[in-house]
Every structure is written in C-alpha cells, then in structure tokens.
C-alpha cells in the first residue's frame, strides 16, 4: 500500500535525476578517495620497512668488509703461518736464487 502511495505521488523531475546523480557521483568518489588514500599509507608502510631493511643489509655489508679485510691482512696470515701451520721462513744455506 505504501510503495503504490509512493508511486502515486512521486513523479521525479529531471532536476531529481540531476541531484540523484551527483549525489551517487559524490559518494563514490569519497569512497574511492579513502581507498587511495588507504593504499597509499600501505604503500608507504611498506617502502619504510624496505628502507630499515636496505639500512640493516647495508650494515651487514659493512661489517662484512670489515672482517673480510682483518682475516686478509698481512699481519693476521704471518700470525696464522707461524702459529698454527708452524711455518718457518727458510734458513739462508737453503734459499736457491734463479738467475732469468
């Protein structure tokens, strides 16, 4: 009874259309602007996180020279060669020189 009433009595302009359209219009582009802006924050978020872990490999690899450089060092083969290979340099009598 109520919808037949309505039918009855609502004879839509179209200046009705209009306001009904930009109406609908409006609200979907709220709606799409709080999904932009929801997946901007999530992108941001993530690029932060990628950014401490660039940081952190970055520190890693540093560390990583630096104990590339100490085991290679001149110092530390002499120290290995004598003290844990029991390398000796040769005695005198038993260097041999090639002449070219």
Do not use: C, T
């Amino acid at each position: 009874m109520l919808l037949e009433l309505l039918k009855k009595s609502f004879h839509p302009s179209f200046s009705a259309f209009v306001a009904m359209a930009i109406v609908i219009v409006l609200v979907g582009s709220a709606i799409s602007v709080a999904f932009s802006v929801h997946h901007y924050r999530l992108a941001m978020q993530e690029l932060q996180q990628l950014r401490e872990q660039r940081n952190a490999i970055d520190i890693e690899w540093g560390q990583l020279l630096l104990e590339q450089h100490s085991w290679g060092a001149y110092g530390r083969v002499g120290f290995v060669a004598s003290e844990e290979l029991q390398m000796q340099a040769a005695p005198l009598q038993n260097v041999v020189m090639v002449q070219p």
